[in-house]
């Protein structure tokens, strides 16, 4: 699934190039500031790895095995051994693959087989709780200790339907006109002024992708980040993802970066001692490092022991 999470947009970069509002007649490089801010914002999806930064809706599998538990203080000891692990009994804990902020469905499959499967539910009186508890996102799965469900081992045994991301944080922005096709690539508003290109929005539960504005009108992509194009009545709020603030940053200098050194290629360095030149690449990988709080360890890699 391509993500259409876009931590800036082309107007964004233009002021950021320009060092005040640019001017209303640059129009050129619009495809290519998109793809460049496009690509920004996967350098920084790939270097925290943890996933987008704003909702994706999708669902993702565990295998669940037999054996030693990964070493971890998340797992103690029951006194029931019907559950993952050794015969001393370690509670099931599955560190999660990304963030995640909220669930859908959780099924639990008896064997790969998946002959019978268990809806599972969230909270204290249910089936399992997502860590950790007073923040979000989320990065790790436990059952709780008193369900009288199970997860079994077996490949693809726990799926999670949920929305994966950092935050599924809006900002309402303006209302939208009815849309009236699940097709149309159109979408009038109310004001357009705080929306612009290379951006995710969010319309009752379908998220859109612009990619160019003409006065109120958005061209966009309908159905992006796993969600599903549905009409809508007028008056509908449309809303703009608020990604964390240096996230948005990191993504305006890599993208200056790019965007003004489109001719001068990749590297680390050009020289050495005093008259070294520090290239593109360099500069970029010193962006993305201001991201280090923000980088997910010790994940799953989808196969839990």
């Not at 989320?138 to 469900?149: G, M, V």
């Amino acid at each position: 699934m391509a993500t259409r999470h876009t931590y800036a947009t082309g107007d964004d970069l233009r002021d950021y190039l320009a060092g005040t509002s640019y001017s209303s007649g640059w129009d050129a490089d619009s495809a290519a500031i998109r793809r460049i801010l496009e690509a920004s914002s996967r350098l920084i999806d790939n270097y925290t790895d943890g996933g987008a930064y704003g909702p994706v809706t999708e669902t993702r599998y565990y295998d669940i095995g037999r054996g030693s538990l990964i070493n971890s203080p998340q797992y103690y000891t029951l006194n029931s051994v019907d559950v993952i692990g050794t015969a001393s009994g370690l509670a099931p804990v599955v560190p999660l693959d990304g963030w995640l902020t909220s669930t859908t469905t959780v099924t639990a499959y008896d064997d790969t087989d998946r002959g019978a499967s268990t809806v599972l539910t969230e909270g204290y009186a249910n089936d399992f709780f997502l860590m950790p508890y007073n923040e979000t996102p989320k990065t790790i799965f436990k059952l709780n200790e008193d369900s009288s469900n199970t997860l079994d081992a077996g490949q693809q045994t726990l799926a999670i339907l949920g929305s994966w991301g950092y935050t599924a944080d809006t900002l309402s922005i303006t209302t939208a006109d009815a849309v009236g096709s699940t097709t149309a690539t159109s979408v009038s508003v109310t004001s357009a002024s705080d929306f612009g290109p290379a951006q995710a929005i969010l319309i009752d539960t379908e998220q859109m992708y612009i990619t160019s504005i003409s006065g109120n009108t958005l061209t966009v992509e309908r159905g992006v980040n796993g969600t599903t194009a549905a009409t809508h009545s007028g008056g509908a709020t449309a809303s703009k993802f608020d990604y964390p603030v240096l996230v948005v940053q990191a993504c305006l200098d890599i993208a200056k970066l790019t965007f003004r050194n489109r001719d001068m290629g990749a590297g680390g360095t050009i020289g050495g001692g005093e008259a070294a030149i520090t290239t593109n690449q360099a500069e970029i990988d010193s962006v993305l490092h201001t991201l280090k709080d923000y980088r997910v360890t010790g994940t799953s890699n989808g196969v839990i022991f």
